[in-house]
């Protein structure tokens, strides 16, 4: 007896986008058959999702919760924690949030993640992993000599930073060399190393300059955090990298220069995977120019419009391999408090209108295939990541995380339709797809634009596969 029945989806596996009937039994699926072939009284429970479209509930491989955040820390403001922002991914049928875990000075490794996961465990309706994240100058020798176990316990990627990112917040840079350390440890334990990469010296200097000009409004963001910063820091990154012989996962790939580095080291067969945030692959930097320019802000910035353009042209050639929010979600007076280059927030609510976004411009504007839209929201940051083939994949076997979307839509978003925070920067964009039923682990949890149960998310064990470690592998 199936516990539920998914009939008639046109659903999206590795193979292609065909109807099919999804069997579930506990978490996890057991069947996928022709349309009809099982009975409906072989389900406790039949849905009939003619009309449908039936993917991988959505993985955001980037985003932050709880966190101080840096240019208001004198007073002390957070992002919202994980409830909020695991409320507005399932609802817009994303399934699993990967956030955060940050060492602290004096901590053993599995005390970082034991922190972040008791603020996740218990209140989260999505699933979730954390990347061991390190913001200090130096890694003390005994603290990456605990990498191995805690990728053995399934801790499987990190990140760093190679700048402060601004010249007021408090220091988040690791030197090169500790870096390079740090990836020796990441790369033999099978880690994957994601790095927030601006060349510091560049992006300081400019500051300096531009405050000694008075040019600290937010248009001047891309002055600051330019193209020239992104080139070197990737190219030095990579170049480490490839020395190394590491995996590694650039995130908020945001110029051109950057896409470029990434290509030509995937092309020598390097393992670099590129990320990239809906918004910076929609919006430019003419947005920073509006009264509500801070809305459109995450670090690095927005850039041209042809930086923008390579963002899109980049995930169809299949250079650049995830769609990540860098969601740092509060309301709309905290994320415009700052208004110049030196206290902009970074990150914004995004996480709810993730799918939906990708959609429209994949594959309603472009012609994306339905596979690549999956690679792109779901299976290749699962692969990354790893957490594939338990996440990311339609397939027996695999967790029935699942999203639904009615593809028959064109409506606009409106910040009062979604749950993540009083504002959108999407609002008044119109979407070819909207998310009408979220499944995690054989569970309906949203249904007809409702809450079905309280929050059940679980942490996940990553483990990247050698392959994904090896070479460009998605
Ligand atoms: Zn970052
Ligand atoms: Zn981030």
Redesign the pocket.
């Known amino acids: 007896m199936l516990d539920l029945l998914l009939a008639n989806g046109l659903v999206v596996t590795p193979s292609g986008a065909t109807k099919l009937d999804i069997g579930i039994i506990g978490g996890t699926i057991i069947s996928l058959s022709q349309p009809g072939s099982r009975t409906p009284d072989s389900a406790r429970r039949v849905i009939d999702l003619r009309g449908q479209t039936v993917v991988p509930g959505g993985i955001d491989p980037?985003v932050?919760t709880n966190s101080v955040l840096p240019t208001a820390a004198e007073s002390g403001i957070k992002c919202f924690g994980p409830d909020r922002v695991s409320e507005g991914a399932i609802y817009g049928g994303t399934t699993t949030l990967v956030d955060f875990a940050h060492w602290q000075p004096g901590d053993d490794l599995s005390d970082s993640f034991a922190r972040k996961s008791a603020e996740w465990q218990g209140e989260t309706f999505t699933d979730y992993a954390l990347h061991g994240t390190f913001k200090e100058p130096e890694i003390p020798f005994e603290v990456l000599d605990q990498i191995p176990d805690a990728v053995a316990n399934g801790h499987g990627s990190y990140k760093v930073w190679m700048t402060n990112t601004t010249p007021t917040r408090p220091k988040q840079k690791t030197d090169l060399g500790n870096i390079w350390g740090l990836m020796q440890q990441t790369a033999s334990a099978g880690a994957m190393l994601a790095v927030h990469a601006e060349d510091d010296d560049i992006v300081m200097y400019a500051y300096k300059r531009l405050q000694s000009e008075g040019k600290t409004a937010l248009p001047y963001m891309p002055d600051a955090h330019n193209k020239l910063s992104e080139q070197l820091s990737f190219q030095r990154v990579i170049t480490l990298a490839a020395h190394v012989g590491a995996p590694i996962y650039l995130?908020h790939v945001s110029a051109r220069e950057g896409v470029n580095a990434i290509r030509e080291a995937r092309g020598k067969g390097q393992p670099v995977y590129g990320e990239v945030l809906p918004h910076y692959a929609y919006f430019t930097q003419e947005s920073y120019k509006r009264d509500d320019g801070a809305i459109y802000h995450t670090y690095p910035s927005l850039k041209s419009a042809d930086d923008r353009d390579s963002m899109w042209e980049s995930l169809l050639q299949g250079t650049l391999s995830t769609l990540a929010t860098?969601g740092v979600c509060t309301d709309f007076d905290v994320k415009t408090r700052g208004k110049t280059i030196l206290d902009a927030t970074g990150?914004h609510a995004g996480v709810e209108m993730r799918m939906a976004v990708a959609y429209t411009e994949g594959v309603a504007k472009r012609g994306l295939d339905l596979t690549r839209f999956v690679d792109l929201t779901s299976a290749n940051a699962a692969k990354i990541l790893g957490i594939y083939p338990q996440k990311g994949v339609i397939a027996i076997g695999s967790d029935a995380d699942l999203a639904v979307l009615d593809t028959n839509v064109d409506r606009a978003i409106t910040s009062a339709d979604l749950h993540e925070a009083d504002y959108t920067p999407w609002e008044g964009y119109r979407v070819a797809a909207w998310p009408t039923m979220t499944i995690l682990r054989g569970q309906v949890i949203v249904e007809d634009r409702k809450l079905k149960t309280g929050p059940q998310g679980e942490l996940l064990k990553q483990h990247v596969s050698s392959d994904v470690r090896s070479r460009p592998a998605c």
């Open positions: 980037h932050h995130m860098d990150g």
